[in-house]
């Protein structure tokens, strides 16, 4: 049952901490999409990859967040420092890459980050 | 303006009953529309995709597409309570480089006995 793994599922730290999500998409599937969920932001588009290249990042808080993909079943997302503003549930999801906008993304269980 | 736009519900919905969900988007670039349900404290789950003018049918859900109109919606047919959930609209957006979903903030229903 293909599936993309998030991993860690819960993470506690504070503030001022570095810290490293990382996510392992569906094999065979070559875009990669990070988004943060809140409850009053709902899903935001961070980043996101295809071919492992960066593609956009402009969702993202550049002075602390950076998004890599260091090869093609691993995608990473790191927060320095990290803020409590920052506490989210943090999803991965990939796609196919069939072409624009026919992009059917399979999502993550999600890594659930609180920052202190 | 948030590029995607869904009421915030909750939709309250008798078992047995059609729910229907509304969405408009402003980018009239937008080219294909999703809808993902997500249960609380799961991740989305992608239920329908439209990408021409029109209805589309799959089992009890119905995703209907206006371009013109930049809107789109889903009717719940024959809802059951296992159909509570936040139903998320997506709206892919072409740019330079290649494209990315964008989320409306969601609409919870509630299905009740």
């Known amino acids: 049952d293909a599936r993309v793994t998030q991993t860690p599922r819960h993470k506690v730290t504070e503030m001022g901490q570095e810290v490293t999500m990382r996510c392992q998409p569906i094999?065979?599937?070559?875009?990669v999409f990070w988004y943060r969920q809140t409850m009053m932001q709902g899903l935001e588009l961070l980043a996101y990859f295809r071919n492992r290249a960066p593609l956009d990042d402009s969702g993202m808080p550049k002075d602390r967040f950076s998004a890599e993909m260091p090869d093609a079943t691993l995608a990473t997302l790191k927060i320095q420092p990290s803020e409590p503003r920052d506490s989210a549930v943090y999803f991965c999801?990939?796609?196919?890459?069939?072409?624009?906008?026919?992009?059917?993304?399979?999502f993550g269980s999600g890594t659930q980050l609180s920052v202190l | 303006q948030k590029e995607v736009e869904q009421n915030s519900g909750p939709l309250s919905v008798p078992e047995g009953a059609i729910a229907s969900l509304n969405c408009t988007y402003s980018?009239?670039?937008?080219?294909?529309f999703f809808w993902y349900r997500q249960y609380s404290g799961k991740s989305p789950e992608l239920i329908m995709s439209i990408y021409s003018n029109g209805d589309k049918e799959d089992g009890r859900f119905t995703a209907q597409l206006n371009k013109a109109s930049q809107y789109v919606s889903l009717l719940i047919r024959d809802s059951q309570p296992s159909d509570s959930a936040t139903y998320l609209c997506a709206a892919f957006m072409t740019t330079d480089s290649w494209g990315k979903l964008q989320f409306g903030a969601g609409t919870q229903v509630v299905v009740t006995p």
């Open positions: 980018d009239r670039g937008s080219q294909s």
């Open positions: 094999l065979g599937h070559n875009t």
């Open positions: 999801a990939s796609g196919s890459g069939r072409g624009p906008g026919y992009e059917k993304l399979f």
